[in-house]
């Protein structure tokens, strides 16, 4: 399954960006997620979403100012990202794996794309 993201760039803190992953299977894939990694950081996970887009979950740290969907039409995940600071600013990473469910380990996630940056000047 390839994953490609896009989406990020420059933006002064309190600006909005919307992160896309296109993802490359026409039968679908199962749960998705976005981490996040800034430099001299480990990965950490930011929101997950299922199959069906019916359930999500965030990370405390952007919960209320993101907002993960996706549109299995357009073989398309979402991160709509508002109110954002200068500690979003990462190299972010879309993953899916073959389960429908959601999940916030990065183990649990066989298929990852290349990367977009945000950063966040203040």
């Known amino acids: 399954v390839q994953l490609q993201a896009s989406g990020g760039g420059l933006v002064q803190a309190g600006g909005s960006l919307r992160l896309s992953c296109a993802f490359g299977?026409?039968?679908?894939?199962?749960?998705m997620a976005w981490f996040r990694q800034a430099p001299g950081k480990e990965r950490e996970f930011a929101a997950t979403i299922n199959q069906s887009g019916g359930d999500t979950f965030y990370a405390n740290s952007v919960k209320g100012r993101f907002t993960i969907s996706r549109d299995n039409v357009k073989n398309t995940m979402y991160l709509q990202m508002n109110s954002l600071k200068p500690e979003d600013t990462a190299v972010y990473f879309c993953?899916?794996?073959?389960?429908?469910?959601?999940?916030?380990?990065?183990?649990?996630?066989?298929?990852w794309g290349q990367g977009t940056q945000v950063t966040v000047s203040s």
């Open positions: 299977r026409p039968f679908g894939v199962g749960g």
């Open positions: 993953a899916a794996r073959n389960q429908p469910i959601i999940s916030t380990s990065p183990a649990d996630f066989i298929y």
